[in-house]
């Protein structure tokens, strides 16, 4: 398949997004064929390759609808947003968005936080290389001066509060273990982290996602504590801490002098 001097870019990709729209002018094909069918390949093959894409990037959800339902949501997808870059690894960035309003898909409240985890554990495989903090630096720390200290957090950290127990979700899904029934009304707060080869997915206490945006956002430990204690004033600040700590997700901690 070719395309000639009058092709029109914004008609093709329009034509590959909508199924009912005919090949856009200027699409030609070789000995003559009508282009109708070699385009409609074309087109199909696009969005396969893009559901795949998304099926290998989130194959916890399509656990969680079955492949069929998943595959239909995914192609509703891909005909809404095409890749922006040609690294499929990046593809799916609003997925989590656009299943949360997608209706077929509202009984399963806690699919789009679960999608958003899934994402950010890919992001994190593929994120910049950074040494985490040694355990040492942060003992010799004193505890006086760690309220004005600000830290800067490995390039693969995330976070995601969610109303629902994703991590244990996640957890269920990527283990062949045999788990207690879950409580789908109970929050968690997921932390993920890649500072060697292996993701950590682990969770975090109530107010721990605040408080690693905080720091993210340049605060001070003690205003990323105020941030915390905002979203649940029972925050435990050595528990979070502590897991932040040994799943390394510091790579500097800077005290004002």
């Keep these: 398949m070719t395309t000639?001097?009058?092709?029109?870019?914004?008609?093709?990709?329009?034509?590959?997004?909508?199924?009912?729209?005919?090949p856009p002018k200027g699409v030609e094909t070789p000995g003559g064929f009508p282009p109708e069918r070699r385009f409609a390949v074309y087109r199909n093959n696009m969005c396969v390759g893009l559901v795949d894409a998304l099926a290998e990037r989130f194959p916890i959800c399509l656990q969680l609808v079955g492949d069929e339902f998943f595959r239909a949501m995914a192609q509703c997808y891909a005909r809404e947003r095409l890749p922006r870059t040609p690294m499929l690894f990046e593809y799916g960035d609003a997925f989590a968005t656009f299943v949360s309003e997608f209706e077929p898909a509202?009984?399963?409240?806690?699919?789009?936080?679960?999608?958003?985890?899934?994402?950010?554990?890919?992001?994190?495989?593929?994120?910049?290389?950074?040494a985490p903090l040694s355990l040492d630096f942060l003992r010799a720390l004193p505890l006086d001066r760690l309220e004005s200290a600000t830290?800067?957090?490995?390039?693969?950290?995330?976070?995601?509060?969610?109303?629902?127990?994703?991590?244990?979700?996640?957890?269920?899904?990527?283990?062949?273990?045999?788990?207690?029934?879950?409580?789908?009304?109970r929050g968690e707060e997921a932390l993920v982290v890649r500072p060697e080869l292996a993701i950590s997915v682990s969770t975090l206490p109530a107010g721990g996602s605040a408080f690693v945006d905080a720091l993210r956002r340049g605060g001070?430990?003690?205003?990323?504590?105020n941030a915390a204690t905002g979203v649940a004033a029972d925050f435990k600040l050595t528990d979070c801490l502590r897991e932040l700590l040994l799943t390394g997700a510091f790579v500097a901690v800077s005290v004002a002098h």
Excluded: C, N
């Excluded at 009984?107 to 950010?120: I, K, T």
């Excluded at 001070?220 to 504590?225: H, I, K, L, N, P």
């Design 151 to 185: 830290a800067a957090l490995h390039p693969s950290t995330h976070v995601i509060a969610s109303k629902h127990p994703i991590v244990s979700i996640w957890r269920r899904h990527m283990s062949d273990e045999k788990m207690k029934p879950l409580e789908l009304d």
């Design 220 to 225: 001070t430990f003690g205003e990323a504590v």
């Design 4 to 22: 000639s001097a009058d092709f029109d870019q914004g008609a093709f990709v329009r034509a590959l997004l909508e199924p009912e729209q005919p």
């Design 106 to 130: 509202r009984e399963l409240p806690y699919l789009p936080d679960v999608a958003r985890l899934e994402y950010a554990v890919g992001a994190a495989y593929h994120a910049a290389d950074a």
